[in-house]
């Protein structure tokens, strides 16, 4: 039997997937990826299942006796993304997805020894409020702000009472990695974008607003910061800031993603990138002979995020959105990655399996 059973809740998305990658990898260690649709190349077993159905929930966790890791990734995001964060219907459904799979799970896995929860800077109010710079775990939280976390973070302490199992609650800044078709991955994105523009020459105008310093995260080292807590003393019951350890300003990172796909940075030219249109990107996919889905498939929400993140429209620079990382640092967890290799790597890998235009 292996060492350790780990049940990945959102298979495909964002985290999930990098969390799926680097479990399948690690010794003594059997992957269950859970998610509506199966996770593309990866050797694991895979349980198709709507969180929302509870009874589907009851009857998928029979079959779960072995877990011992839950790694919760799953994510309900409303059409209008920015707009259904503050959403009660958001807040709900999130809240009993958690729920329909967690409540069953407990009963059915005696072994299960640990729970990952992903939270994020919303939790510090980052879309309704300037964050307290730098925002720190228990001292910078916004609980007057409904928000599913809370909902969430409330059921699992509640639930955590007394039971042998664990938790640890990882709050990521912006989040770059491998995701086709999701909310928040910014690679496909600005990938479309750049493509879409070097139809017609080589030049890559910055597209959004005034700029405002922020942390992002690999979601490689995210998901070594998820088996770290895992199986970490000092990471459990705790909540964690996990970033790259550096901080960007879009401009200025800028230069370093148009010649990863290939072209040269202008001068800023606002652009909405929400306003790209299927016909653009079935042009420049078929130009390129790409083996990327159609504009809704491969991006899902994330040009509504890529205007939101880099601020198109507004004019005068934005408060920085900076974490504090001291606590994961003091805890245990010392990994750090320069955000432009990052974006770097990630168009790399998207151009590799020609989902965007190799350079």
């Not at 309900?76 to 993304?81: A, T």
């Not at 600005?190 to 992002?216: D, F, K, T, W």
């Not at 990172?253 to 796909?261: H, N, R, S, Y």
Request: glycine share 8%; charged share 20%; hydrophobic share 45%.
């Amino acid at each position: 039997m292996a060492r350790k059973t780990v049940l990945v809740a959102g298979a495909t998305g964002l985290v999930g997937y990098a969390a799926l990658k680097h479990f399948v990898d690690a010794p003594d260690t059997e992957v269950i990826a859970l998610s509506r649709r199966p996770p593309p190349g990866i050797a694991a077993r895979h349980i198709a299942l709507d969180l929302t159905d509870a009874a589907a929930c009851r009857e998928a966790a029979e079959t779960l006796g072995d877990v011992t890791h839950l790694v919760y990734a799953a994510l309900f995001e409303l059409p209008g993304l920015v707009e259904g964060w503050r959403n009660d219907q958001q807040i709900a459904t999130n809240d009993r997805m958690l729920r329909n799979l967690l409540g069953p799970l407990m009963q059915a896995a005696p072994r299960l020894r640990h729970v990952t929860l992903l939270q994020g800077t919303k939790a510090y109010g980052v879309h309704v409020r300037p964050l307290a710079v730098p925002a720190r775990e228990g001292r910078s939280e916004m609980r007057e702000q409904p928000n599913f976390y809370w909902a969430q973070e409330d059921y699992l302490r509640q639930a955590q009472a007394g039971r042998d199992w664990h938790f640890t609650i990882l709050r990521p800044v912006l989040i770059i990695g491998e995701a086709i078709g999701g909310a928040m991955n910014l690679i496909p994105a600005l990938g479309v974008h750049a493509a879409v523009m070097r139809e017609g020459g080589p030049i890559l105008p910055y597209p959004g607003g005034a700029e405002r310093v922020s942390q992002a995260v690999d979601a490689d080292l995210l998901a070594r910061a998820i088996a770290w807590a895992g199986d970490t003393e000092a990471a459990r019951n705790e909540t964690f800031n996990v970033t790259n350890g550096d901080v960007f300003t879009w401009p200025n990172v800028w230069p370093a993603i148009a010649e990863a796909v290939g072209m040269r940075p202008g001068p800023d030219e606002p652009f909405l990138l929400q306003s790209l249109g299927r016909a653009d990107w079935d042009r420049a996919r078929q130009h390129h002979g790409l083996v990327s889905p159609a504009l809704a498939d491969f991006v899902g929400l994330s040009l509504e995020y890529a205007d939101y993140q880099m601020r198109y429209g507004h004019n005068e620079p934005g408060p920085p959105a900076i974490v504090s990382t001291i606590k994961i640092t003091q805890a245990g967890f010392h990994e750090v990655m320069d955000t432009e290799l990052m974006f770097r790597k990630w168009f790399r890998l998207f151009q590799q399996k020609r989902l965007l235009p190799p350079p």
